[in-house]
């Protein structure tokens, strides 16, 4: 049996223990972080095998080169003509709950790509997303929904549970994690054509969230240091968030060429929620489920766990505003787990004061304040691909997620560069050169935000608050 290291009160895997079914695909460890506890499942059991035919086939360009379904605009005729209602299948192996994670992948990918088709069609014609198709059909509304449930996930795609974090695979068992390893399982543009730009966003994250096993380690060493008021720990595991996020604003950095601004709205499409969204203006009525439309957010990588982390552990400030509302109803999007945790690490940082507590010696504080750095420079890179993947390239005016494209990141953004103003005014002097670099940097970009804001709320007519 693997071991679980208890952190008072959440149980952190250290063994993640990829043998056991009964265990959900997703619980928080210091070895694979945010990561699933193993490898995502690639192939179903032989009684999915016609949802296996039609996710090959789906495809704007399938693996061998030829059109998919998506790109001669048959997706949901072809699902309505052969896919059959395969909930019995999914009851059979209702206790292997990797495996439903497995299955809530590969239905959520249909939904969303059956749903969205006709919107897709338009785009690219040129035109408007207009509407999408308003009822799921209940030989999808009906599994989805079960495995959904089994797995611990809304009957809608997500990021973590579907199309990024359970949507890779190994192309050689021995080579781990590193990017060059990496493939998808499913898409919606080519295939699974590892070059293509929507493997490449899918992968890039995959990648980054490689580096949060370093991150939940030394959250949790700092938080246990600060119990027992052990100023060494603690700026030992600080120095490991430092260390961990680095390497995330590392790897997010080679988004710029792996996935090209130029196609992404390509694949976006299929990627939106319900809610919120002009193609969805009263929900969604899944078949056989319920007679009352139902609606969901979409896939974002805003629904990730290790920003949000940070922001618990080193007690962030939000403003108090509907953007921030927004913030707090993506919880819903994410694996119990890892909901479950953060609601954890934010109760424990508040209980030991753990902004105070950094803040009473200058070596700390300036750990403290380089900690902050790395997520401004997460979220200040997260703003310029909004802005050059999304605002220079569509009118459309809300995110994936159903948040507004223009003011909801830079809501969270400004936080956190007001947050280094205080700690920097509070110590000025005080914390070294290292520090005085960094803000250098944020006293700009919160300008240059400001005035970026402003631009693109004018162009769009778009209240800037």
């Given at each position: 049996m693997g071991s679980i290291t208890p952190s008072t009160s959440f149980n952190v895997l250290r063994d993640t223990r990829p043998e056991d079914t009964t265990l959900p695909a997703f619980m928080v460890s210091t070895t694979r972080g945010f990561l699933p506890r193993q490898e995502p499942i690639v192939q179903l059991p032989p009684e999915f095998d016609v949802l296996e035919s039609i996710l090959t086939r789906m495809p704007m360009k399938t693996l061998d080169g030829e059109p998919g379904l998506l790109s001669t605009f048959t997706l949901g005729e072809t699902v309505l003509k052969e896919l059959p209602d395969l909930t019995a299948a999914i009851d059979k192996y209702q206790d292997n709950l990797p495996l439903m994670n497995a299955l809530y992948r590969d239905y959520s990918f249909l939904a969303s790509a059956y749903l969205l088709e006709p919107c897709h069609e338009r785009f690219m014609k040129g035109e408007t997303y207009g509407l999408a198709r308003q009822t799921l059909p209940s030989i999808i509304a009906l599994p989805i929904s079960r495995c959904a449930e089994l797995a611990g996930f809304q009957p809608f795609m997500e990021y973590a549970g579907s199309y990024a974090l359970f949507n890779y695979r190994l192309a050689d068992e021995k080579g781990g994690l590193e990017y060059d390893n990496l493939r998808l399982i499913r898409a919606f543009q080519h295939g699974l054509d590892p070059k293509?730009?929507?493997?490449?966003?899918?992968?890039?994250?995959?990648?980054?969230?490689?580096?949060?096993?370093?991150?939940?380690?030394?959250?949790?060493?700092?938080?246990?240091?600060?119990?027992?008021?052990?100023?060494?720990?603690?700026?030992?595991?600080?120095?490991?968030?430092?260390?961990?996020?680095?390497?995330?604003?590392?790897?997010?950095?080679?988004?710029?060429?792996?996935?090209?601004?130029?196609?992404?709205?390509?694949?976006?499409?299929?990627?939106?929620?319900?809610?919120?969204?002009?193609?969805?203006p009263h929900g969604v009525v899944y078949e056989g489920v319920s007679e009352k439309p139902m609606s969901f957010r979409g896939e974002s990588g805003a629904n990730d766990s290790m920003i949000p982390l940070c922001d618990n552990f080193l007690q962030i400030a939000m403003p108090d505003t509907p953007l921030t509302s927004i913030l707090q109803d993506f919880r819903?999007?994410?694996?119990?787990?890892?909901?479950?945790?953060?609601?954890?690490?934010?109760?424990?940082?508040?209980?030991?004061?753990?902004?105070?507590?950094?803040?009473?010696?200058?070596?700390?504080?300036?750990?403290?304040?380089?900690?902050?750095?790395?997520?401004?420079?997460?979220?200040?890179?997260?703003?310029?691909?909004?802005?050059?993947?999304?605002?220079?390239?569509?009118?459309?005016?809300?995110?994936?997620?159903?948040?507004?494209?223009?003011?909801?990141?830079?809501?969270?953004?400004?936080?956190?560069?007001?947050?280094?103003?205080?700690?920097?005014?509070?110590?000025?002097?005080?914390?070294?050169?290292?520090?005085?670099?960094?803000?250098?940097?944020?006293?700009?970009?919160?300008?240059?935000?400001?005035?970026?804001?402003?631009?693109?709320?004018?162009?769009?007519?778009?209240?800037?608050?």
């Open positions: 293509s730009s929507e493997a490449g966003f899918v992968l890039v994250h995959v990648d980054m969230v490689r580096n949060s096993g370093q991150l939940v380690d030394g959250v949790i060493t700092a938080l246990d240091a600060c119990e027992v008021n052990s100023r060494e720990k603690f700026e030992g595991g600080m120095n490991k968030v430092i260390q961990a996020m680095t390497k995330v604003n590392k790897v997010m950095d080679g988004m710029w060429q792996k996935s090209k601004p130029g196609d992404y709205t390509s694949f976006r499409t299929f990627i939106f929620g319900i809610t919120s969204q002009s193609m969805f819903a999007y994410r694996p119990g787990n890892h909901r479950d945790f953060l609601e954890y690490i934010k109760g424990k940082s508040s209980e030991l004061s753990l902004r105070s507590y950094a803040l009473q010696e200058a070596s700390s504080a300036a750990l403290y304040l380089l900690a902050l750095n790395q997520v401004r420079d997460f979220r200040w890179r997260h703003w310029t691909f909004t802005r050059e993947y999304i605002l220079k390239k569509t009118s459309h005016p809300v995110a994936t997620g159903g948040s507004p494209i223009v003011t909801w990141l830079p809501n969270q953004l400004q936080a956190v560069l007001q947050a280094m103003v205080e700690v920097w005014d509070a110590n000025e002097g005080k914390l070294g050169k290292a520090c005085e670099e960094v803000m250098e940097i944020a006293i700009l970009q919160k300008e240059t935000l400001k005035k970026e804001v402003e631009k693109y709320c004018r162009e769009r007519n778009v209240d800037v608050n």
